[in-house]
């Protein structure tokens, strides 16, 4: 009998969900199982996690297979009509060991609008990683044209303050030097209920509370919510990492507005300029759509420009791929290789700006976390390999030798 295992498909959220469902799993007692945590971005997500079971099947024949995440949430008679699928949980369920353990209804999948709350189970670490995610909401009320997750996810729910803390320091006791702060829309955290902080107040009451926590982050923000007490991290705290995520997705005003985004080019680029102002060494990386539907050349090249006008450095780029169930799907779209072309053009200019950020830090000095053997990631999320000994978990100065633009990462010796 082999133990049970869990197969994560999309976010850093369900790498994080995925260990709790591994926790309940193995609590439950459950043998010759392999649960498949799903996303459902794209159309194309849910062709992968199909193909993903089918390949799992195969090389398991005797294994349980049960279905959760996005996917099985929102196409649940999808995934329950595979030969191969034993159960489908939906996402208020994929967390109750009971659930996972029980052989009864083939689909339990709840109607996840009618989830008010959240209660995240507790992890003692995440595997193989000194990094650790928490989660602080789930769930979006926002209707962005282009995405389907709020439907997946539910209303936004925050994670009560008291549990986070007490989450961040049991992930410090075990040996987790950094923590990342993750959800679905961090930035909407205190928003559905009264009395609860706002982002920045949850950091630093965090920060506060866990004296010894090396090093926090924040995943993806929305320009649009990002409090003031954000930039007073970046002001004043060092254990406030450098490095901001930003929810972006195009840099052209009507773009963003058929996307129903809530922020304008010129909103994205002040939040910028005022979190380098707090932290003049701060990088930022954003998401960017290329070839959103009714996008024109002079659209595209709006958000091109500002790869390098903004100071872009980490990039996650994604092609324009149509879901079914969201208002863009209705739009006029534009052709597919030219989609593919400006995806490529995107990234080439991601690349060219991290290129040229690696080479502005040779002769500089980086705090690593170390990773694992030799490798680590520096304040400004950048890779980081070593070439002395040093234990994993540990932060170590090191002092920037070479750039390894080919690999993308940094060179780093001993510092004097």
């Not at 193995?26 to 992968?48: F, H, K, M, P």
């Not at 353990?101 to 009618?114: H, L, R, Y």
Request: aromatic share 4%; charged share 25%; with cysteine.
């Amino acid at each position: 009998m082999t133990a049970p295992r869990v197969v994560t498909l999309g976010c850093r959220l369900n790498t994080l969900e995925s260990e709790m469902i591994r926790d309940g799993a193995l609590a439950a007692g459950l043998e010759d199982t392999i649960i498949v945590n799903t996303c459902a971005v794209t159309s194309e997500a849910e062709r992968q996690a199909r193909q993903s079971i089918r390949k799992l099947a195969r090389e398991n024949p005797s294994a349980r297979i049960i279905v959760t995440g996005c996917a099985a949430q929102l196409s649940p008679q999808t995934f329950a009509d595979m030969d191969e699928v034993t159960r489908v949980l939906g996402n208020a369920e994929k967390l109750d060991a009971n659930l996972l353990a029980d052989d009864g209804a083939e689909i339990v999948v709840s109607d996840i609008m009618d989830a008010t709350t959240i209660e995240a189970p507790m992890i003692s670490g995440i595997s193989e990683r000194t990094r650790a995610f928490v989660q602080v909401q789930q769930g979006c009320d926002h209707r962005c044209t282009f995405c389907i997750i709020p439907f997946a996810r539910g209303r936004n729910r925050s994670v009560a303050p008291a549990r986070i803390v007490e989450q961040v320091r049991t992930l410090v006791a075990t040996g987790h030097g950094e923590v990342v702060l993750t959800g679905v829309d961090v930035s909407s955290y205190g928003h559905d209920a009264a009395g609860v902080p706002a982002l920045g107040q949850l950091a630093r009451q965090i920060l506060d509370q866990v004296p010894g926590l090396l090093r926090l982050r924040i995943t993806s923000l929305d320009p649009a919510a990002i409090d003031d007490g954000i930039f007073e991290l970046l002001a004043h705290e060092p254990r406030f990492m450098p490095h901001l995520h930003l929810s972006l997705q195009a840099a052209d005003d009507m773009v963003l507005k058929r996307m129903k985004r809530r922020h304008s080019r010129d909103d994205a680029k002040a939040v910028i300029e005022r979190a380098r102002a707090a932290r003049p060494d701060a990088v930022f990386g954003a998401d960017l759509i290329a070839g959103f539907p009714t996008e024109t050349d002079a659209m595209f090249e709006n958000t091109l420009a500002a790869i390098e006008e903004f100071g872009l450095t980490y990039l996650h780029v994604f092609p324009y791929s149509p879901r079914p169930g969201t208002a863009a799907e209705k739009m006029p779209r534009v052709p597919g290789e030219r989609v593919k072309e400006r995806a490529a053009r995107l990234r080439a200019a991601g690349d060219k700006q991290m290129q040229q950020y690696l080479m502005s830090r040779v002769g500089g000095l980086a705090q690593v976390l170390i990773e694992r053997d030799h490798r680590g990631m520096s304040e400004h999320f950048a890779p980081v390999e070593l070439t002395f000994d040093a234990p994993i978990g540990a932060i170590v100065e090191a002092r920037i030798e070479a750039a390894d633009l080919k690999q993308g990462r940094l060179i780093a010796g001993l510092a004097a």
